[in-house]
């Protein structure tokens, strides 16, 4: 569904989106992408259909004609894994990053780090809060870490999707886990959002800080040494990981397994914690390394990315609390979001 | 495993900074340590500790020496470090079952086995109404599956107990996992309450039925096939488990691992899944195989035993979501629960 969607996204001539409120509070920008230059005319399925659930929505369709007429597929039909109808791959897909919200040691104040800690029930409202803001963004593969704050976020995230497909844990930790959690039904895969945990997203490692709370650590490690570790770039803590090490690995993994699925036309979500966020997040906006120090991410506001051409466009940018994050949609977006809405008419 | 090694060593031999994170929950039941019958000593550097790391501290050096001597867990406050004597010897411990609520895949009324499938939003609120349920029993160890479902039961079930202690879970499964989730505070690791994940207690193995449904398996095998692999005891469906299997691995680990907790006056919480726990009340109850096939568990609805001298008495029957789980408090729960109004008064 993504190759035919992006591709889709790209060569329909100008379409445009006007503003249009809706009730999860997101806000379609106008825009207008460029026709594909040796203009192929494009058969637009959706003219005969209701384009926008919203009685404020307009779509206009501008068609193109010449010689050839090409055929686009349903956007975002569950069952369409082909590519585009003409081989092209132009790829546009969906980045999500959710940090999880406030976790038991949050609340009373501890350093973390990688001890695996779950949600508060603040965090937990969070996670779900998080999952309304992204229930129409399409998701094929998600990533987390290998702590339960972070699984959690997801799948609670994931109860609110409209998709109705079913995030599954992968388990490839020995033989027996990997024989054990095989799936005999084609139809069911297909219905499944494979979930991937992976340590090198974990929270950045805090040493010997781990389970302390800030009195005690000021206690005994001096105040102004605390605040080196916490502050700075490349400074750990005593047997700790510095924010350099920890984006080594995090960004490091993104490069190796989640860009390639984006690559492919796969939308991905990541969730995971404010460190190794950040450090893919330094890598995606390319920060230097004073400006991911004071890059702060909210918690249980996801953020999302566009992936096209092999650059990451940010869509909604790192906000407060009490700042609605602002997601323009892009083409593709409003489209799958549109068949979501279809799709719950038939059934409902 | 060193855990486990260490949870055996623990189980005749209490620190009070470890595993038994504070002696409230213990005031009631006090722990009998059993005495090892050679004299020798036992010097715990529990720095080097596998499961719960105090960094470089080196925390309760315990020696036990001949007969006369027992070391017994004081009740009372979480700051007493020391072990101190002579307590009563009442040796009760609470022990939780909780089947996880519903999955996804139980609303699709998919075959799922140990394919591993969340909870819907029901099951959330299922767990959470049963963490209401036990939010004033002790727990000072849970154990759950591999799977996220009964993961997340417990943790959103631990949101409600008022005890407000904090459920880790342990890592163990690299020697960097272990160092990654070592904690360096005495008094954050005797408000924890350590989380242990064992494969041994997931669902039963459904094999070549996982992810199918009840129509396309009948269609695959056949209407009577499909109903003796889900109704009877030892016969497994293609490449997976039967309920003896699957009470076989389930049963061992409870014997091996958590009734040695609850020997040593540790009250667990297991959070698992209808057939590990129906294996596991098999068991505690000495139900024969047709009675087991017959026995089915609620989901979100705890059930709770009580261990005492060796024997399991039953407070809490499996019940329908219609009807209120019967919790008979013992004098010692009652006292309990007293406490936590005392403190959050």
Excluded at chain 2, 99 to 128: Q, Y
Excluded at chain 2, 148 to 175: C, D, F, G, W, Y
């Amino acid at each position: 569904m993504a190759a035919a969607a992006s591709f889709f996204s790209q060569s329909v001539g100008t379409i445009h989106v006007c503003g249009c409120a809706n009730s999860s509070g997101f806000c379609f920008g106008k825009s207008s992408s460029r026709s594909i230059s040796n203009g192929f005319p494009i058969h637009v399925r959706l003219l005969g259909k209701r384009i926008c659930s919203s009685s404020h929505c307009k779509l206009h369709v501008v068609r193109e004609s010449n010689s050839c007429a090409l055929m686009m597929d349903r956007v975002s039909s569950s069952s369409d894994s082909s590519i585009d109808n003409n081989g092209k791959r132009s790829i546009e897909s969906a980045l999500i990053l959710i940090r999880h919200g406030e976790s038991l040691w949050n609340e009373k104040n501890l350093f973390t780090g990688c001890v695996d800690v779950p949600l508060t029930k603040k965090g937990i409202e969070e996670a779900l809060q998080a999952g309304i803001r992204i229930s129409n963004i399409p998701i094929d593969v998600v990533y987390t870490s290998t702590l339960i704050r972070a699984q959690m976020t997801a799948m609670l995230a994931m109860t609110q999707h409209r998709h109705k497909k079913v995030p599954i844990i992968t388990h490839n930790e020995n033989e027996q886990a990997n024989l054990w959690n095989q799936i005999y039904s084609k139809e069911t895969k297909k219905q499944s959002i494979p979930v991937t945990p992976a340590w090198q997203l974990n929270e950045r490692m805090y040493g010997e800080l781990q389970g302390l709370n800030k009195q005690e650590t000021a206690e005994r490690y001096g105040k102004e040494l605390v605040h080196g570790w916490r502050r700075s770039y490349d400074i750990p803590p005593p047997n700790g990981e510095s924010l350099e090490m920890c984006s080594k690995r995090a960004v490091a993994y993104f490069r190796e397994h989640i860009e390639p699925q984006l690559q492919s036309g796969k939308h991905v979500m990541v969730a995971a914690h404010g460190n190794s966020l950040r450090s893919i997040i330094m890598y995606l906006d390319k920060l230097t390394s004073q400006e991911v120090i004071n890059l702060e991410l909210s918690t249980g506001i996801p953020l999302l990315y566009i992936y096209k051409e092999g650059r990451f466009m940010k869509r909604g940018s790192p906000v407060g609390p009490t700042e609605a994050g602002v997601f323009a949609y892009t083409e593709t977006l409003a489209l799958y979001r549109q068949e979501l809405d279809e799709m719950s008419q038939r059934t409902s | 495993m060193s855990a486990q090694v260490f949870h055996q060593a623990m189980g005749t031999l209490q620190s009070n900074r470890l595993l038994n994170n504070s002696g409230t929950h213990h005031e009631l039941g006090n722990i009998r340590v059993q005495l090892i019958p050679k004299c020798f000593k036992l010097n715990i550097e529990l720095s080097r500790n596998r499961n719960f790391r105090f960094g470089k501290k080196n925390f309760g050096i315990i020696q036990a020496t001949a007969s006369q001597t027992s070391v017994i867990e004081s009740a009372s406050s979480p700051s007493n470090h020391d072990t101190s004597d002579s307590k009563k010897k009442s040796n009760e411990a609470a022990l939780i079952l909780v089947r996880h609520g519903e999955s996804l895949w139980n609303e699709k009324n998919l075959f799922t086995g140990c394919v591993d499938v969340p909870l819907t939003k029901k099951g959330v609120e299922e767990a959470i109404e049963a963490g209401k349920r036990i939010s004033n029993i002790p727990v000072d160890m849970i154990y759950t599956s591999a799977l996220i479902r009964a993961q997340m039961t417990a943790m959103l079930a631990m949101t409600q107990h008022r005890r407000r202690k904090v459920p880790i879970i342990m890592h163990n499964e690299s020697e960097q996992a272990r160092t990654w989730s070592q904690i360096f505070s005495e008094d954050t690791m005797k408000q924890s309450i350590p989380v242990v994940t064992a494969w041994q207690l997931n669902e039963r193995m459904y094999g070549e039925l996982q992810g199918l449904n009840k129509q396309e398996t009948a269609d695959r095998y056949g209407k009577e096939q499909v109903h003796v692999w889900r109704r009877s005891y030892d016969i497994p469906p293609p490449n997976g488990e039967s309920l003896e299997m699957c009470a076989q691995r389930a049963v061992a680990y409870f014997k091996d691992q958590i009734e040695p907790q609850l020997q040593s006056g540790k009250n667990v919480m297991i959070a698992a899944h209808g057939n590990s726990l129906r294996s596991i009340i098999m068991y505690l109850d000495k139900l024969t195989s047709q009675e087991v096939i017959s026995l089915e568990l609620s989901t979100g609805i705890p059930m709770l035993y009580i261990f005492k001298e060796g024997k399991f008495i039953r407070r809490g029957s499996p019940a329908g979501p219609a009807e209120a789980g019967v919790y008979a408090y013992t004098r010692r729960l009652a006292q309990y629960r007293q406490k936590l109004d005392e403190m959050l008064h």
